[in-house]
């Protein structure tokens, strides 16, 4: 069921509980209600890029590939830390860091 005991005896009830932990903590939480997950791998890289030639928004936003399993793009999510703090860029450019699954 949906619902959440603490310790004190205060139940709660949602439309959906979200418990995120690695699978061991999880299966202990839900007393085993969880199937092991499949491994995954993720990598990510850091490279600079001339400012002048960045065409993204520069807020400081994480960019998402929400399909997640589209081969034809392999970036799972992309931001621009010199957005953020400029520190990490330079006068001419900026960090970009980009992370793949698999």
């Given at each position: 069921s949906n619902e959440i005991v603490l310790e004190d005896g205060n139940?709660?009830?949602a439309r959906a509980v979200l418990v995120a932990t690695?699978?061991?903590e999880a299966k202990r939480l839900l007393l085993g209600q969880v199937e092991d997950p499949i491994p995954r791998s993720t990598s990510c890289v850091y490279f600079s890029?001339?400012?002048s030639?960045?065409?993204?928004p520069m807020d400081p936003i994480l960019y998402l590939?929400?399909?997640g399993n589209d081969r034809n793009?392999?970036?799972n999510n992309m931001f621009v830390p010199s957005a953020v703090a400029?520190?990490?860029g330079?006068?001419?450019e900026h960090l970009i860091s980009a992370s793949t699954v698999g």
């Open positions: 139940v709660y009830k690695e699978s061991e890029t001339p400012k030639a960045c065409t993204l590939n929400g399909d793009r392999p970036v400029p520190s990490y330079t006068e001419s």
